[in-house]
């Protein structure tokens, strides 16, 4: 199972960026994916999630509104839409999956629920 961050980099606050996560290898579908970040010197933290079946979506309360998340299913992709980024969105940036053989997870935006990471991909925001 390979999931493939991109699309981070350095932007001033107020900007936007797009992430993508291209997940490939599963024997099967998994039930969602997730995006989380984590921030130098601290916990890594849930932002949003999209279950694969039909779309429904999970959002932090830090990030709702702001953030927007969704799934290209044809393309095996999941985007993270990031508008308004201040300097506190300054992150690595990863997503994950649960196991195919999990068919739910109780809590979408906790890292412990989830089997499979991506590398992470940088976000900066700052003038």
């Known amino acids: 199972v390979q999931l493939q961050a991109s699309g981070g980099g350095l932007v001033q606050p107020g900007g936007s960026l797009r992430l993508s996560c291209h997940a490939s290898?599963?024997?099967?579908?998994?039930?969602?994916i997730g995006w989380f970040r984590q921030a130098p010197g601290k916990e890594r933290e849930g932002v949003s999630c999209i279950t694969t079946s039909d779309g429904t979506t999970y959002y932090s309360q830090s990030v709702k509104g702001q953030f927007t998340i969704s799934r290209d299913n044809n393309n095996n992709v999941v985007y993270l839409q990031m508008t308004s980024l201040k300097p506190e969105d300054t992150a690595v940036y990863y997503c994950a999956a649960p196991s195919e053989v999990r068919v739910s997870i109780r809590h979408h935006l906790v890292p412990a629920e989830y089997d499979y990471w991506g590398q992470g991909t940088e976000v900066t925001v700052s003038s």
């Open positions: 290898g599963f024997a099967s579908s998994t039930y969602a």
